[in-house]
């Protein structure tokens, strides 16, 4: 068993999901995955079932009855990761637009005195590659929204490449987190921040997925811009 676990939500990530398994596994530094798949009909699950008979003792997964929500899925997988003792956990996307490598730097941030590590796109300026300029500007000043409504001094306030050290998630209480995409992402640092921990942004190249379709939506849009006004009131109700 190793410290850390790769939470790894998939739906329809057939194309991509057999290589991004053995490049966390290429790594020197030794990282377990756990897919969180949703029942996708592409046969995702099929194949990280093959995969398992190569990588028994590293490679885990969780079939759930059908699409629930990229939220939902992380949470599953923290509490799944929580209750096997991994001293970190993380998040990361299935298609590449997180980089595998990367996941070294965001646990030696945490080893080095962070409770959070997050993979920043904006901390050194713009470092995304292949999007749109629309989806670009939606995303940072989605960043900068975030940051006038809730204070929190985070640049990336909706990355999605995070490392969480255990006490994190353990202090959190992960029955409260409804939203499921964006929203999700903010409302994790938001409660991380919240209880005092300390947040660092390491900077990363994020590149937009080749292979597979985005789950990106305008429901997920919605959700986000008036999710963040949801957690401002709550913490200041003192029902956060």
Excluded at 33 to 38: K, P, R
Aim: glycine letters at 6%; proline letters at 2%; one cysteine or more.
């Amino acid at each position: 068993m190793s410290e850390g676990i790769v939470v790894i939500p998939t739906y329809n990530e057939i194309e991509n999901i057999e290589t991004i398994v053995r490049a966390v596994f290429s790594l020197e530094t030794s990282f377990d995955i756990l897919v969180v798949d949703d029942n996708s009909p592409d046969g995702t699950a099929a194949k990280v079932k093959e995969l398992q008979a190569e990588f028994p003792d590293n490679l885990f997964l969780e079939v759930r009855a059908g699409k629930e929500g990229l939220g939902t899925a992380y949470v599953h997988g923290f509490k799944w990761a929580i209750a096997r003792k991994y001293e970190y956990i993380f998040e990361m996307d299935a298609d590449f637009s997180h980089n595998p490598a990367d996941l070294e730097r965001l646990q030696m941030s945490c080893k080095n005195g962070a409770d959070m590590a997050i993979g920043s796109r904006y901390s050194t300026g713009v470092n995304v590659v292949n999007w749109p300029l629309s989806r670009v500007l939606m995303s940072y000043y989605a960043s900068v929204y975030v940051k006038m409504i809730t204070g929190m001094k985070i640049h990336d306030a909706t990355a999605g490449f995070i490392c969480y050290t255990r006490k994190v998630l353990e202090t959190i209480n992960l029955d409260k987190i409804k939203f499921v995409g964006y929203a999700f992402q903010i409302e994790m640092k938001y409660r991380a921040w919240s209880n005092g921990f300390i947040i660092t942004e390491v900077p990363i190249i994020f590149t937009d997925r080749t292979k597979g379709q985005s789950k990106m939506s305008n429901a997920i849009i919605k959700e986000a811009i008036f999710g963040v006004i949801s957690l401002r009131i709550k913490k200041m109700l003192n029902r956060l």
